[in-house]
């Protein structure tokens, strides 16, 4: 156990700082300085192959993960994972969560950025 955790649980036992005050500490340490954070805003692109066109879409996360959930009831069979990207997307971790080449000719991409 690292010095600043002991000295985190020291204060509990001293009674410095409440054991949740202490929780929220250890978290912290555990969190790498140089991690993004959470993702923010999901993004969508689709790529029409035929004509060039792309249609893009930014969406705060907040909502992302409800438009997945909402948009599962339209989609009555697909070559992806519908619930695994809603896991993706509940995850926060900034990142691709799906690229698909369509048999329409179009491309999807998801992505979540912070």
Avoid: C
């Avoid at 509990?12 to 202490?22: D, H, L, N, V």
């Avoid at 954070?37 to 409800?66: M, N, Q």
Wanted: proline share 6%.
């Amino acid at each position: 156990m690292n010095d600043e955790k002991m000295k985190i649980l020291e204060m509990i036992a001293a009674g410095k700082i409440s054991p949740g005050e202490g929780a929220d500490l250890l978290k912290a340490l555990e969190q790498d300085p140089d991690s993004p954070g959470p993702a923010r805003w999901l993004y969508i692109r689709v790529t029409e192959f035929d004509s060039g066109k792309v249609h893009k879409i930014k969406v705060p996360v907040g909502w992302a993960g409800k438009l997945v959930k909402f948009g599962t009831r339209f989609v009555p069979k697909a070559d992806f994972d519908l619930e695994e990207i809603y896991e993706a997307i509940r995850s926060g971790a900034p990142g691709q969560v799906l690229e698909v080449d369509a048999d329409d000719g179009t491309r999807v991409e998801i992505w979540l950025e912070v």
